[in-house]
């Protein structure tokens, strides 16, 4: 893990290159990586749920324009480390040297021509 000293974050759900998603339960949620146990339970998160339940706004504006998103979303930006999702720390982290993306691309093997491609986010030891 990089010390937080040097972590460098790109967050995507900014960047406009991460959509926002909805969870089974109904709430929406900055980005489909944070749909899990862990990161639903966390404190961070509990705090956006209580006010993200869509049966429960018109509008979707209504949820993204509360004080805890707009939290949220200024912790990013201002790279508070200590109030950032570590789902957040991991997915979002520029990452260098010897820790980088793995890309796929897969070819058909009789044309030659690219059928497939994948950017994965992995961690190289
Ligand atoms: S992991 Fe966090 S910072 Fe990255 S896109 Fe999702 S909500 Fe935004």
């Not at 790109?10 to 944070?34: D, E, F, K």
């Not at 504006?61 to 805890?68: A, G, L, M």
Request: aromatic letters at 8%; hydrophobic letters at 35%; one cysteine or more.
């Amino acid at each position: 893990m990089v010390k937080e000293k040097k972590l460098k974050i790109n967050p995507r759900c900014i960047a406009g290159t991460m959509q926002a998603a909805v969870t089974n339960r109904g709430h929406l949620i900055p980005c489909c990586w944070l749909d899990d146990k862990n990161n639903l339970n966390h404190p961070i998160m509990k705090s956006l749920l209580k006010v993200s339940k869509i049966s429960e706004v018109d509008d979707i504006e209504q949820i993204v324009f509360t004080k805890e998103w707009i939290e949220f979303n200024k912790n990013l930006k201002e790279r508070n480390f200590d109030k950032i999702l570590p789902t957040c720390k991991h997915q979002c982290q520029v990452r260098e040297d010897r820790d980088k993306i793995k890309k796929e691309i897969f070819f058909d093997s009789k044309t030659g021509k690219m059928v497939w491609k994948n950017i994965r986010w992995k961690r190289y030891y």
